[in-house]
């Protein structure tokens, strides 16, 4: 069992930046790829950002990358957000998630294959 705690949203203007951090308790972090995924009202929770557990590997959904950096901190059980130039249409409920793994290098963009997720934060982005 992992737990995720993730903290960090708030309101925010268009073109400022935010992070978000997800703290995860449990079971052994090091061995979990991470995902950052979101959510707004009607519409599927849908990917942003994914790290490897050696964080040798990233990955990015088209409509962030440039502006949007996915971290980790294996010795504090961290992975985090960093969030440049946001949009409005970046307003979300933001959810980490977990996927146990068996490989350094593994990580994953679709949602079905992380099996632990976080309660969300919610990222406003409002003039």
């Known amino acids: 069992q992992v737990l995720l705690k993730e903290t960090g949203g708030g309101l925010v203007q268009p073109g400022d930046s935010l992070t978000l951090s997800c703290v995860a308790s449990?079971?052994?972090?090091?061995?979990?790829?991470m995902g950052w995924f979101r959510q707004i009202p009607g519409k599927e929770r849908e990917f942003v950002a994914a790290?490897?557990?050696?964080?040798?590997?990233?990955d990015y959904a088209d409509s962030v990358k440039g502006r949007f950096t996915i971290s980790r901190d294996n010795a504090w059980n961290t992975v985090y957000l960093h969030m440049n130039s946001l949009k409005l249409e970046d307003t979300a409920v933001y959810y980490c998630?977990?996927?146990?793994?068996?490989?350094?290098?593994?990580?994953?963009?679709?949602?079905?294959?992380?099996?632990?997720w976080g309660q969300g934060t919610q990222v406003t982005v409002s003039s």
């Open positions: 449990g079971r052994t972090f090091s061995s979990h790829a």
């Open positions: 790290i490897s557990v050696d964080a040798g590997t990233t």
């Open positions: 998630a977990a996927k146990l793994v068996n490989s350094y290098s593994y990580y994953t963009t679709f949602r079905s294959s992380y099996g632990y």
